[in-house]
């Protein structure tokens, strides 16, 4: 070889060390960043894998309470929340088996600690007398599931998530214990009147409940929604009414001098109210009543389009429903951020 192509040589061998360096560098950095950059794009699309567990916490009173729970997997959830259903059914309202109509994988996939409860009387937990099924009551049997959370999570606080009679005892668990609710979403929220519309099927159920009757037969959720996919309701009707087919009477005792009210000026906890336009059961000048008279500095109220009562099953505007939870909850009560 000559002296002439040792320069060349050595630097062909500076150019190979480059560009192995750039590579190692660039696989390196790559290993450390793409994770981080998939888990970050599978958060925003809400794709984040999900572990589902099942859980049944015990109260003083010695009742079973079922509980849901879903959580993304491999990374530390932004908050827990736990979701309190309506009259009509348990847990399933907020996971009925269509998972475009999951607000549990919803939120799960975007970070969240997710729970659902099955209220006494409901579900998979224990049924005492219905009439017992009272916001207060209830409230105090939740003291124990969120406790329960709060140890499983390592979390101080919990944002409570309630639909119709959810937020009848999600409003008196704040009320009772406010030390441990961060957030408070309260969706078709019975202040202190119903609508008109609905006024003569309450005074019915009421007299039954007054009467000692503890459970009727489940019925179909249709006449509470504005607009619903029929394949999804009639999976979701299949389900709800082989989970729960007798439905308390105890939460229309709840609609004769509305007990949960007394809370409302009381509570300091950053609350959002969402109500559907077209809601047969919800009166809208009591909507904004409890709007007003609430407590809280930091408060919103959103009156959604093309949606009823059972806001979070409605075709058109279930997904309006859950974003407005979702940036309520992890946003820092921001609607719209």
Not at 249 to 255: E, H, R, V
Request: proline share 7%.
């Amino acid at each position: 070889m000559s002296s002439a192509a040792l320069p060349r040589t050595g630097a062909l061998m500076a150019i190979v060390a480059v560009v192995v360096g750039l590579a190692v560098g660039f696989a390196l950095g790559y290993a450390v960043y793409a994770p981080k950059a998939g888990i970050l794009e599978a958060k925003l699309r809400g794709n984040l894998p999900i572990e589902t567990s099942e859980h049944f916490v015990k109260t003083p009173e010695g009742l079973s309470i079922y509980v849901e729970g879903k959580r993304p997997v491999g990374v530390k959830p932004k908050a827990a929340v736990l979701l309190v259903h309506w009259v009509k059914t348990s847990h399933l309202v907020w996971d009925p088996g269509v998972k475009e109509y999951s607000l549990m994988d919803y939120l799960a996939g975007r970070d969240l600690a997710v729970y659902a409860v099955d209220l006494r009387g409901y579900g998979k937990s224990s049924k005492p007398d219905g009439t017992s099924v009272r916001g207060k009551t209830c409230a105090r049997d939740l003291k124990s599931v969120v406790e329960f959370i709060k140890k499983r999570e390592g979390v101080g606080k919990v944002s409570l998530v309630g639909l119709s009679f959810g937020t009848v005892v999600a409003v008196s668990y704040a009320g009772i214990y406010p030390e441990d609710v961060s957030k408070l979403v309260l969706l078709s929220y019975p202040y202190k009147a119903v609508n008109q519309k609905s006024r003569p099927i309450v005074e019915k159920l009421i007299r039954l409940a007054k009467s000692g009757t503890g459970y009727i037969p489940w019925s179909p959720a249709e006449p509470l929604l504005y607009m619903y996919d029929h394949t999804m309701m009639a999976k979701f009707s299949k389900m709800s009414k082989a989970d729960t087919p007798k439905i308390p009477t105890g939460p229309f005792l709840d609609l004769i001098n509305y007990p949960s009210s007394r809370y409302i000026p009381k509570i300091r906890t950053p609350t959002l109210f969402v109500y559907g336009d077209h809601d047969p059961f919800c009166d809208p000048a009591d909507e904004m009543a409890a709007f007003r008279d609430l407590g809280a500095e930091s408060k919103a109220i959103v009156i959604v389009g093309n949606a009823s009562h059972g806001l979070v099953l409605e075709k058109l505007a279930h997904k309006q429903v859950y974003s407005l939870v979702y940036q309520w909850v992890a946003l820092g009560g921001a609607v719209g951020a």
